[in-house]
Nanobody, 123 residues
Framework: VQLQESGPGLVKPSQTLSLTCTVS??????????WSWIRQPPGKGLEWIGT???????YYDPSLKSRTSISRDTAKNQFTLQLTSVTPEDTAVYYC????????????????WGQGTQVSVSS
């Protein structure tokens, strides 16, 4: 399976960051896959943002939950991240990933990754 992120590389403060992950080689509705967004700010470690399950339900990091939405387009086999009211602290390389689970929780985290896309927040 392959994952590919796409979206603008530059977003202005207070605007909404929108990224799409296109998945090929398997369906995002296949049991029991979990599809995530993860980011790495410059000089920092990886930060989990949120996940959408094979069923379509999603869950988010509590610190970002109020600004985050993950949705999917099953016809295009894509899932999308929207992060509102961005600030320069949201500057990071953003990755999409796949994890495998057992129907209830993840058992093999992040076994497939996209190559990542740089997003800078600046006026």
């Amino acid at each position: 399976v392959q994952l590919q992120e796409s979206g603008p590389g530059l977003v202005k403060p207070s605007q909404t960051l929108s990224l799409t992950c296109t998945v090929s080689g398997d369906s995002i509705t296949t049991n029991y896959y979990f599809w995530s967004w993860i980011r790495q700010p410059p000089g920092k470690g990886l930060e989990w943002i949120g996940t959408i399950r094979y069923s379509g339900s999603s869950y988010y990091d509590p610190s970002l939950k109020s600004r985050t939405s993950i949705s999917r387009d099953t016809a295009k086999n894509q899932f999308t991240l929207q992060l509102t009211s961005v600030t320069p602290e949201d500057t990071a390389v953003y990755y999409c990933s796949r994890s495998t689970g057992n129907g209830t929780y993840i058992t093999v985290p992040n076994d497939r990754w996209g190559q990542g896309t740089q997003v800078s927040v600046s006026s």
